[in-house]
T-cell receptor, first 112, second 113 residues
Framework: NAGVTQTPKFRVLKTGQSMTLLCAQD?????MYWYRQDPGMGLRLIHY???????AKGEVPDGYNVSRLKKQNFLLGLESAAPSQTSVYFC???????????FGEGSRLTVL | AQTVTQSQPEMSVQEAETVTLSCTYD???????LFWYKQPPSRQMILVIR??????QNATENRFSVNFQKAAKSFSLKISDSQLGDTAMYFC??????????FGTGTRLKVLA
């Protein structure tokens, strides 16, 4: 089983460029999440979705947009990348109930 | 807003010994879930153990157990008989009915041979 797949795995951007990270899950999960992981700051929630067509802001949403047009996909967009957005990004999904999150392998983004 | 605090950035333990990782949280909700996740050097995050707030009994999974103190809002993880494969970053996490899933800053655990 593929589980949660993130693409791309690595990307280097110049300041001001835009890009989209794709998260795909094949477990029919309702809930999906985008986090960023930075040294000393742990995992911080950017945006999340509780179902197809819905999104909500997390702890650090500024500079990011998301869309959940299909249940299996959750897209994270950077409209105008900034060096402060250099990070490792993780997508995760879960069903309701017990709450276990299933994570992707992460996407390392560098903004120069 | 909910917060999760892990006050130990790094810890080390000798192989076969026991170690306890601390976690405190803040919430005004009465029903919620708490979790410990492990992130080995390969970066894939996996669930170690979970605790439902309405359950008074502490959760246990093989060598991993928690000490859940609801009134004190404390949720520590005890690893018994530590193994080299336990070397990882450990994250405490909180989830409630708002569906937000909040993580702490992590504790880097190194098991020494």
């Amino acid at each position: 089983n593929a589980g949660v797949t993130q693409t791309p795995k690595f990307r280097v951007l110049k300041t001001g460029q835009s890009m989209t990270l794709l998260c795909a899950q094949d477990m029919n999960h309702e809930y999906m999440y985008w986090y960023r992981q930075d040294p000393g700051m742990g995992l911080r929630l950017i945006h999340y979705s509780v179902g197809e067509g819905t999104t909500a802001k997390g702890e650090v949403p500024d500079g990011y947009n998301v869309s959940r047009l299909k249940k299996q996909n959750f897209l994270l967009g950077l409209e105008s990348a900034a060096p402060s957005q250099t990070s490792v990004y993780f997508c995760a999904s879960r069903t309701g109930g017990n709450g276990e999150l299933f994570f992707g392998e992460g996407s390392r983004l560098t903004v120069l | 807003a909910q917060t999760v605090t892990q006050s130990q950035p790094e810890m080390s333990v000798q192989e076969a010994e026991t170690v306890t990782l601390s976690c405190t949280y803040d919430t005004s909700e009465s029903n919620y879930y708490l979790f410990w996740y492990k992130q080995p050097p390969s970066r894939q995050m996996i669930l170690v153990i979970r605790q439902e707030a309405y359950k008074q009994q502490n959760a246990t999974e093989n060598r991993f157990s928690v000490n859940f103190q609801k009134a004190a809002k404390s949720f520590s993880l005890k690893i018994s008989d530590s193994q080299l494969g336990d070397t990882a970053m450990y994250f405490c996490a909180f989830m409630s009915g708002t569906y937000k899933y909040i993580f702490g800053t992590g504790t880097r655990l190194k098991v020494l041979a």
